[in-house]
């Protein structure tokens, strides 16, 4: 059964980056038939979908977010990255790394416990 | 980007009762639609994908329906741990987007 762990600060100023990762267990990132994605859960309770990698290390973003995001992928220690630049107190979220099945199957059917960020000085 | 409407934004409800939820897409997503359930401080869980498969181990009580624009997700007899929050959400394309949630209080 796969598990994913986020991990990272709590607490970010603004203007600065955030920077979170998701240790998988129980599959691989480096095998086919998954995107790894990260969601985040804004303090109203709407979910955004933030992006997704590929095992080719093909990434998607959502272009409705204003900060500049990058995901990476590490299969040497079987995790995968998010980073956000330049973040605001809009960024101020419940952070979920998941998996979504690839194809026509993007449902999220394993997420990570969460992790909270607050962008503050 | 498709938008998905949920309603009711709340809904109260005793145990043993009949439950729905609608979500509605701005445009046809054909049945590419998944539903959630989220207690306090957890992560969303899977319950729900392609409209109306309900994913491993999800109890016959939930269950779904729809298609195109017009979706529905019920719980026939409500039991005391299905009190909760439920989130749609499309996969037609990027971006993923999801419903607003539907809260379920006693």
């Known amino acids: 059964q796969v598990q994913l762990q986020e991990s990272g600060p709590g607490l970010v100023e603004p203007s600065q980056t955030l920077s979170l990762t998701c240790s998988v267990s129980?599959?691989?990132?480096?095998?086919?038939?998954?995107?790894w994605t990260w969601v985040r859960q804004l303090p109203g309770g709407g979910l955004e979908w933030i992006g997704y990698?590929?095992?080719?290390?093909?990434?998607y973003y959502n272009p409705f977010l204003k900060t500049p995001i990058s995901i990476s992928l590490d299969t040497s220690e079987n995790r995968f990255s998010l980073s956000l630049s330049s973040v605001t107190v809009a960024d101020s979220a419940v952070y979920y790394c998941a998996r979504a099945p690839d194809g026509n199957s993007n449902w999220l059917d394993s997420w990570g416990q969460g992790i909270l960020v607050a962008v503050t000085s | 980007d498709v938008q998905m409407t949920q309603s009711p934004p709340s809904l109260s409800a005793s145990v043993g009762d009949s439950v729905s939820i609608t979500c509605q897409a701005s445009q046809d997503i054909r049945h590419y639609l998944s539903w959630y359930q989220q207690k306090p401080g957890k992560a969303p869980k899977l319950l729900i994908f392609d409209a109306a498969t309900l994913a491993a181990g999800v109890p016959s009580r939930f269950s779904g329906r729809g298609s195109a624009t017009h979706f529905t997700f019920t719980i026939s007899s409500l039991q005391p741990e299905d009190f909760a929050t439920y989130f749609c959400?499309?996969?037609?394309?990027?971006?993923?987007?999801f419903g607003g949630g539907t809260t379920v209080e006693i």
């Open positions: 990698i590929y095992t080719s290390g093909a990434a």
């Open positions: 959400q499309h996969y037609l394309n990027l971006p993923l987007t």
């Open positions: 129980g599959a691989s990132v480096r095998s086919g038939g998954f995107y």
